[in-house]
């Protein structure tokens, strides 16, 4: 399945905070055909460090397809031969650098001054994130969804969308994520973004691209990589071997174990295309998520789609009995509400690397 | 209690990797009173952030007292009117800068220079803080000790002991920890020490004491303050609150949480009397931590000594199965191994802050 990246723009968004933004710009992708009564639609929602790439290859030398692919496409549980799946880059998307990802942030060119926002963006939140894909698929001519569907932040735009517009869709399908933000998670988040603010290259946020904040932003993502797997995958995987066979790390300071080399190596990739901004903005975004005005488990009682809950047992970052009390949140209104665990060696990640053994529950969730 | 610090001298100390280091210099203290056959010794092993202050306080006007004092003093678990207890700063210890600390390493002037040895001082293990101490309790006179104890790093020194010395203690009781390190804790040692290497201050090791990296070295015990705790502490303890009331974290990137705000400060107050570099050779040595020749649990079959090892079942350092595969291993071999979990809110940290519902089967297993 070859896909191809499209951009929607809107020239003035106000954000929840209040903010005026001019010229909104974000990256799109869609897999399957829209009906002509428009009602098979389903949208997928990126996770923190994820981007509009859901599904299939830019080429066909392509060597990863889209996160999800082992959902989405021809034939598959998201069965893009029956729906018409739509996913877009979020604002302050992480991987602004990345030339297939179109996103609005503080990397953005301010027109005013012909340098980057920087700072000077205004803070967004996961709701702006549902505003910009409500509008999206307004200018679509949807007027309900399929399902609302994604892993991590995914999940969290999937029941901040629910809330918002409770009209707005058939089904919701949260994966790896819950309806609050705990202060566990919280202080972690703010662990990610500390290294950057403490690299001297960041500048209080004023960097110029070619400048930014390497050593700071590669830190932030080898503790994310580690912390969004699990010991399940590190220990089997590298046991006590060391990065290089010859350098015993008992002899050497620099000296290092192969499963250190391997976060370092999987980070120093990443950071390539991140931008270090953005990934601050990400954190408070997650940091001060609120499905709706409480911001407690209460909000959810509203939601009217009927609900899939998917969660990884082994999950460090939302923990298995955070993702029970958002499902019986959820049970407590009028929506049914179906559980299911999704197991794998990589922990909070295994929504994503794990997913494919759910996608029959999914498809008949869909069906349904 | 009121204590006293002492100081170990010893002329050459020869690290188990063949380096020399001249005017080894420890600080330690001790409890009770020596028996006339020098038979009621327990030595305590302190761990990784930890120093030789086990109990008591320097003066009346100390606010908190040694960290296992809830164990340690007369008519206690550990009875110093009944046991003469002793306990010494590691070398390469954390708290280089605490002016109760005496250690050697990195931080130690190096008197061919007058500045820090840095980066040249040789690498040292676990197994030569255990020599360090081995070379006290000879030059104490101590032929056999009535047991040897610790938490966490000081438990992983207690099991070097064990298979070092198998014939020089009656008992032993590692606290929160294991007798080997997994991929796990190996990469996230690498991540504790990875802040400080990434400060410029850092300069390669070669700073002078008055610049050390304190933005890495505080990002380093943020990290490790967080990690040897729970959720159960943050979310009972801090919730959603706002670090200041009046400051929504919402409402701008600098604006944080009270969880965050407290964990900082902890951090802080750490950093000030930490070292940089000795936290990097503390990462190394539990890293390449080996309780015996082979560096994994078969070592510990050699172990002669009664054991009763203490874990808690929310530990996110030593974890709960590494915990019960070590009481395993060591049971394979000759010693009865007892086992006890602690419970708390604080993690890994339980073995530190909640120990004293274990005191009576403490002072039971030393009185058998």
Redesign the interface.
């Known amino acids: 399945m070859i896909v191809e990246k499209k951009i929607f723009a809107l020239p003035e968004f106000r954000t929840s905070?209040g903010a005026l933004i001019k010229n909104v710009r974000v990256g799109w992708e869609s897999y399957g055909r829209l009906n002509a009564d428009r009602s098979n639609a389903i949208l997928i929602a990126h996770y923190f460090s994820g981007t509009s790439h859901a599904a299939g290859r830019y080429t066909t030398e392509d060597v990863f397809p889209g996160y999800w692919d082992a959902l989405i496409g021809p034939g598959k549980a998201i069965d893009t031969e029956r729906y018409f799946v739509l996913s877009s880059d979020t604002l302050v998307n992480l991987n602004a650098r990345d030339p297939q990802v179109v996103t609005t942030g503080p990397a953005t060119i301010d027109p005013a001054t012909g340098k980057p926002y920087g700072?000077s963006f205004p803070?967004v939140?996961i709701g702006d994130f549902v505003a910009a894909q409500k509008a999206l698929v307004d200018h679509l001519g949807i007027r309900r969804l399929h399902a609302v569907m994604g892993p991590s932040m995914g999940g969290l735009q999937t029941l901040a969308w629910a809330v918002a517009y409770p009209e707005m869709m058939e089904r919701i399908v949260p994966v790896i994520c819950a309806g609050e933000?705990?202060?566990?998670l919280?202080?972690?988040l703010?662990?990610w973004a500390?290294?950057i603010m403490?690299?001297?290259a960041w500048q209080g946020?004023a960097y110029v691209a070619e400048a930014q904040p390497l050593?700071?932003l590669t830190?932030a993502l080898?503790?994310i990589t580690?912390q969004a797997n699990?010991?399940l995958w590190?220990?089997a995987?590298?046991?006590?071997a060391y990065a290089d066979p010859g350098a015993n790390?008992?002899?050497?300071?620099g000296n290092?174990?192969k499963?250190?080399a391997t976060?370092a190596a999987i980070a120093a990739e990443r950071a390539k295309i991140s931008d270090s901004n953005h990934l601050?903005?990400l954190v408070?975004a997650n940091?001060?998520f609120a499905a709706g005005p409480s911001?407690t488990l209460a909000d959810l009682e509203t939601i009217r789609a009927r609900t899939l809950l998917l969660y990884s047992p082994e999950d460090q970052v939302f923990?298995a009995e955070r993702a029970r009390a958002t499902a019986a949140a959820i049970a407590k209104g009028d929506a049914p509400v179906e559980v299911a665990e999704i197991h794998g060696p990589f922990g909070h990640a295994n929504g994503l690397f794990a997913i494919a053994p759910l996608g029959e529950k999914i498809r008949a969730f869909l069906a349904r």
């Open positions: 905070g700072l803070l939140t933000i705990d202060a566990w919280t202080a972690w703010g662990l500390a290294p403490a690299d001297p946020g050593a700071g830190l080898k503790l580690l699990h010991w590190t220990d995987q590298f046991g006590r790390p008992a002899d050497a300071l290092s174990f499963v250190e976060v601050l903005y408070k940091q001060t911001g923990r």
